[in-house]
T-cell receptor, first 113, second 114 residues
Framework: QKEVEQDPGPLSVPEGAIVSLNCTYS??????FMWYRQYSRKGPELLMY????GNKEDGRFTAQVDKSSKYISLFIRDSQPSDSATYLC?????????????FGDGTTLTVKP | DTEVTQTPKHLVMGMTNKKSLKCEQH?????MYWYKQKAKKPPELMFV???????INESVPSRFSPECPNSSLLNLHLHALQPEDSALYLC?????????????FGQGTRLTVV
């Protein structure tokens, strides 16, 4: 079983829709939770990272962490065609696994005009 | 400036060639990373440098040789690669190892081994 499981997608939504991207994890030692956006043939871009359970908002993006359920989500409001990309969740514990990030396999999102 | 610059953007090399990938950041970050990413897969950590010293080597074959000449530069020397080493090679940096949740990635070098 993988430590991090990400909803595989692909996901296709109309412009303006609310998008929900989700990851579950099994390692309760994870402390930090990150979301990256990766356009085709480009490097990942850090969108947000969170430490505690709860919500963190940045513009149209909201990251949600539920440590009790070992579940994280990224919500995108008013989705735009420019949001079309692969979204990677990643998790990190400084106490285990040599402090390296564990990534989900990514969800590819297409927002249609 | 939150930029990590990687050169070259594309590289085609033969299995007997020696080449180097370069990575530069001017954010004052003291931790730098090399990742390898195959198509439709997440990045895989290869090496971590902290304060110019190799901190983590994820059992990478010796045909990949990292070098950190100073706090702004990270190189990856390539020699006798195999076709299966073709991938996107990503460099990243963070303030230090304790801030690695806020790591910034470069745009990558797309390597093709023929």
């Amino acid at each position: 079983q993988k430590e991090v499981e990400q909803d595989p997608g692909p996901l296709s939504v109309p412009e303006g829709a609310i998008v929900s991207l989700n990851c579950t994890y099994s390692n309760s030692a994870f402390q930090y939770f990150m979301w990256y956006r990766q356009y085709s043939r480009k490097g990942p871009e850090l969108l947000m990272y969170t430490y505690s359970s709860g919500n963190k908002e940045d513009g149209r993006f909201t990251a949600q962490v539920d440590k009790s359920s070992k579940y994280i989500s990224l919500f995108i409001r008013d989705s735009q065609p420019s949001d079309s990309a692969t979204y990677l969740c990643a998790m990190l514990s400084y106490n285990t696994n040599a402090g390296k990030s564990t990534f989900g396999d990514g969800t590819t999102l297409t927002v249609k005009p | 400036d939150t930029e990590v610059t990687q050169t070259p953007k594309h590289l085609v090399m033969g299995m007997t060639n020696k080449k180097s990938l370069k990575c530069e950041q001017h954010m004052g970050h003291r931790a730098m990373y090399w990742y390898k990413q195959k198509a439709k897969k997440p990045p895989e950590l290869m090496f971590v440098y902290s304060y110019e010293k190799l901190s983590i080597n994820e059992s990478v074959p010796s045909r990949f040789s990292p070098e950190c000449p100073n706090s702004s530069l990270l190189n990856l020397h390539l020699h006798a690669l195999q076709p299966e080493d073709s991938a996107l090679y990503l460099c990243a940096s963070s303030q230090d190892l304790l801030q690695r949740a806020e790591a910034f990635f470069g745009q990558g070098t797309r390597l093709t081994v023929v």
